[in-house]
């Protein structure tokens, strides 16, 4: 379960080099300044139903978001707990709006029903192949097609797919994740660490760069924001 006050989701956005953060009920435009400690807030921290006002009288707009990946087009998947829902982010304005749900997971995703994924997801990530996602929920993961509405391989331990994982503390779970803009790198978080690794889709010669590190170590710009207080 997510640390109260530390990251519960991100997703790219459509701007090089731009995610957007979650925490709590919360959000944040980051400039994430891939391989740097160059990072830096956009704007942020709001409230998701004031970033996101399509999302106001949601439960995503009320509660926050706990799992987020894009997709295209300045659209994104958005989860609560066995909720969700499509959205249309349209970076820097307002003028979001709800292409599908809320609804529940299984009624998104069917093939997701009866794997334990339909109650919730902790984390996701966009491949660099097609249309794939890598969905994350306690020490499973699934690795799925969200253009062709299905799963792609079987659910697997978290250490078994992705190797790298082993005696870390990410292979029990992952609270955040987001593909980075940087072809075949994505950034995992939990609790109050994350890791910056490289993935090959449908290989395990995946590998951390530089460690299991503190996130407050090297996005400076979180210093003054997390553990967020709300």
């Not at 519960?8 to 925490?23: C, D, L, P, T």
């Not at 139903?49 to 987020?68: E, Q, V």
Request: with cysteine; glycine share 8%; proline share 3%.
């Amino acid at each position: 379960m997510t640390k109260s006050g530390y990251i519960n989701a991100v997703f790219r956005s459509s701007r090089k080099n731009e995610a957007y953060f979650f925490i709590n009920d919360k959000l944040l435009l980051l400039d994430y300044a891939p391989g740097t400690s160059n990072d830096k807030i956009l704007y942020g921290p709001i409230f998701v139903r004031h970033g996101f006002p399509s999302l106001d009288n949601t439960k995503f707009g009320s509660n926050g978001i706990d799992c987020a990946f894009d997709t295209d087009d300045n659209e994104a998947f958005v989860f609560y707990q066995g909720l969700c829902a499509k959205i249309e982010y349209t970076p820097h304005t307002d003028k979001d709006k709800i292409i599908s749900g809320s609804m529940k997971i299984a009624e998104m995703f069917p093939f997701l029903e009866g794997t334990g994924f339909e109650h919730g997801i902790d984390a996701a990530f966009r491949s660099t192949l097609n249309k794939e996602v890598y969905l994350f929920r306690g020490d499973k993961y699934a690795r799925i097609d969200y253009g062709t509405n299905s799963l792609v391989q079987i659910i697997r331990d978290i250490n078994s797919g992705f190797t790298c994982f082993r005696d870390t503390i990410f292979e029990k779970g992952i609270d955040a994740a987001f593909a980075s803009h940087i072809p075949n790198e994505a950034y995992l978080f939990k609790g109050d660490n994350f890791v910056r690794i490289t993935f090959t889709p449908g290989r395990s010669d995946d590998y951390i760069m530089g460690g299991v590190r503190s996130t407050l170590d090297v996005w400076k710009s979180l210093q003054d924001i997390i553990p967020l207080k709300n």
